[in-house]
């Protein structure tokens, strides 16, 4: 590969902070208000024009789709968020579970009150692109922005990217499952002039459930999820492709949809799924933006043909952003395993807990019976850099722990331990790798997190 030489220069400094978050789904959201309520200056960067990931960057509405009767959930910043949606309007019933779908672009007006109430500094279209070392210790990052490059000291950071992308810069020891193995990435999308009632009247005579997930997916269940209602659809696809309507080959089409509101729209249509894609990869991430948006037409074609209900249907929106499943996961001083998300793994250094949800890898499992486990905090903390967390999907473990902690409501628990570790190791003098775990459970008490 061709490489040039830039010039040294001298790099304004535009900010510093107690605790710096950079990316703010999720994951951020929880640690920059965990931090700021623990007492520490906190600042969250954020590289595109709002707050909320995912859900409001991808249009990812089911935050907490997994919950069943039975499910014993997170307590904390999780259930906040979720519970100040609703009070704002910013949400509606999900369909296939007692939880909240989140409603992608007036969650942006939430997370920009919730984070001014909170006292957290907020910045906006600033992308990190370097790192700031002292020997192991990280000390800040350099962000891009149309002030040009810039610095932003802290003493305590917080990686919430969802690809650890500061853990990257800053040389953090990392895995990546092999690209032609990795979840698929999605390209979310929003219908309109859809006739609500027909279209819910055919789902009623038309019912599917999680056991039609292993036709397509080859989805290995506990068989308690098998006979439970999921809003997937498929047949109308293999209609469409047995019609030439979508190309034969074309598999990557067919999945669930979630909120039809009463003026016809459908929101988070989440019936994209590509893989072979690395989203740290730039070339890729082109290749399934475009790819994406032309099989979205692909599926509003099939449906407006075979669905009941879409007949008059028309694309209102795209998601602004791929939806990213799995990338980099750091080395930790523990890494998660599969044995500890589907056996209840106990640890002494947990920071919050989760249902036994797992979905990915070819695993579905339903939190039906009231089973959970403990998100440890050494996950959080990357082998060798000292002073930097990670929160969200980044943390260590392995292919299926990956499955259960990627879900946005364990991203808010682990992202809520780190907000509350960086805080309470500045307040005791400790590094992030020496605060003590009673210490940092003391505050999370204080903060209404269950961690047992």
């Not at 740290?280 to 790819?291: F, N, V």
């Not at 500045?426 to 775990?437: F, H, M, N, P, Q």
Request: aromatic share 6%; glycine share 10%; hydrophobic share 40%.
């Amino acid at each position: 590969m061709k490489a040039i030489k830039e010039p040294s220069r001298s790099t304004p400094v535009i900010a510093e902070a107690d605790v710096l978050i950079v990316g703010s789904g999720p994951a951020g959201i929880a640690a920059a208000i965990s931090s700021a309520r623990a007492g520490a200056d906190t600042l969250l960067v954020e590289r595109f024009g709002c707050f909320g990931g995912n859900m409001t960057h991808v249009g990812v509405e089911g935050i907490a789709w997994y919950r069943q009767g039975k499910t014993v959930d997170v307590e904390g910043i999780g259930i906040e968020l979720e519970k100040r949606a609703k009070d704002s309007g910013a949400s509606s019933p999900e369909v296939q579970s007692s939880s909240q779908a989140i409603h992608s672009e007036l969650f942006k007006v939430v997370a920009d009150q919730w984070l001014e109430e909170e006292g957290v500094r907020t910045l906006l279209h600033a992308t990190a692109v370097d790192v700031i070392m002292d020997g192991n210790v990280i000390k800040g990052i350099i962000i891009q922005s149309k002030m040009g490059r810039s610095a932003i000291l802290a003493k305590r950071i917080i990686d919430a990217s969802g690809d650890a992308d500061i853990a990257h810069l800053a040389g953090v020891p990392y895995r990546k499952t092999p690209k032609e193995d990795m979840l698929p990435v999605t390209v979310m999308f929003s219908c309109t002039g859809v006739e609500r009632e027909r279209f819910l009247d055919f789902v009623k005579n038309n019912p599917t459930k999680y056991k039609d997930w292993t036709k397509k997916w080859q989805v290995k269940t506990t068989g308690k999820e098998d006979e439970r209602f999921s809003p997937y659809l498929e047949e109308p696809f293999n209609q469409a492709r047995k019609d030439g309507v979508i190309p034969k080959g074309l598999t990557s089409i067919g999945g669930t949809w979630s909120t039809i509101n009463d003026h016809g729209e459908a929101t988070y249509l989440n019936m994209i799924h590509m893989g072979g894609i690395d989203g740290t990869d730039l070339w890729d991430l082109t290749r399934g933006e475009i790819e994406g948006r032309r099989q979205a037409m692909h599926a509003i074609h099939a449906l407006k043909k075979y669905t009941p209900g879409f007949e008059t249907a028309n694309l209102r929106n795209f998601g602004m952003t791929i939806g990213i499943r799995d990338t980099r996961k750091i080395e930790g001083r523990y890494g998660l395993t599969e044995q500890d998300v589907l056996n209840q793994g106990r640890f002494d250094d947990a920071i919050g807990i989760f249902p036994e949800f797992v979905d990915g890898y070819g695993v579905l499992t339903l939190p039906t019976t009231g089973r959970y486990f403990h998100v440890p905090y050494r996950t959080m903390v990357p082998k060798t850099i000292e002073n930097l967390l990670v929160a969200g999907r980044s943390i260590a473990g392995d292919k299926v722990s990956h499955a259960a902690v990627r879900n946005m409501m364990c991203c808010t628990v682990s992202g809520q331990g780190a907000g509350v570790a960086a805080a309470v190791s500045l307040k005791t003098g400790k590094t992030t790798s020496e605060v003590a775990i009673a210490d940092i459970h003391q505050e999370l008490r204080r903060q209404a997190v269950r961690i047992s």
